[in-house]
């Protein structure tokens, strides 16, 4: 087992159950990125508040700084590369109020991270959809849409898993039908998923 599932694991023995399905969404999510490919996540409420959490680990350093190293630090210079953080590319589709606004207003609110999926999604990049439910009406479409598209999938969910597990390529599904424990659960999972990518995707730091 890895030494990070391991420790997670430790911390958080109720999780031994979904530990394959973590490791799974790890190596669909370190494939897509070491390919070139980013991240998109959403979710709703306290799962929304996660996907921005998440996206904010990714895209600075996480439990190291992450210096700017090789053919990047040339590029941008010593000085500015200074000022830096190796990113991993990660979109959270909970922000773009201009955009949900209008879409809510015009359109389906069902379907605005199916949209958003559209316009940032690409072949080979990852949707990862939370919903505590796994039935989250606007989260099931752009997981549905990901997958149309060419997107890999995984879902975090309670245990029940609901549509969102159904449609996903990998999909945690915690021990608990409380949202305030599932949101609990969810919180150790990605922040270990963090730290297995930077382990992995910044080996020098």
């Not at 669909?28 to 680990?57: F, P, R, T, V, Y």
């Not at 879902?155 to 390529?169: H, R, S, V, Y």
Request: with cysteine.
């Amino acid at each position: 087992m890895n030494t990070h599932l391991a420790c997670l694991l430790q911390r958080v023995p109720a999780l031994a159950p979904c530990i394959d399905d973590i490791q799974r969404a790890y190596t669909i999510m370190h494939q897509s990125l070491a390919a070139g490919g980013k991240l998109l996540i959403c979710g709703n409420g306290g799962s929304g508040a996660d996907a921005e959490h998440w996206g904010g680990e990714l895209l600075k350093g996480f439990k190291s700084r992450r210096p700017i190293r090789g053919e990047l630090l040339g590029k941008l210079g010593p000085e500015l590369a200074g000022k830096l953080q190796g990113a991993l590319p990660c979109i959270p589709l909970t922000g773009f109020l201009g955009l949900r606004t209008a879409w809510q207003n015009d359109c389906d609110p069902d379907y605005v991270y199916a949209q958003l999926t559209l316009a940032f999604g690409r072949p080979g990049d990852t949707l990862v959809g939370i919903s505590t439910s796994g039935n989250s009406r606007n989260v099931a479409p752009a997981l549905e849409a990901a997958k149309r598209l060419g997107l890999h999938t995984i879902a975090l969910t309670g245990e029940g898993g609901g549509k969102a597990a159904q449609i996903a390529d990998a999909s945690i599904r915690v021990p608990s039908q409380e949202t305030y424990l599932i949101q609990e659960y969810h919180l150790p999972i990605y922040h270990t998923l963090c730290i297995m990518l930077e382990a992995d995707l910044f080996p020098e730091t």
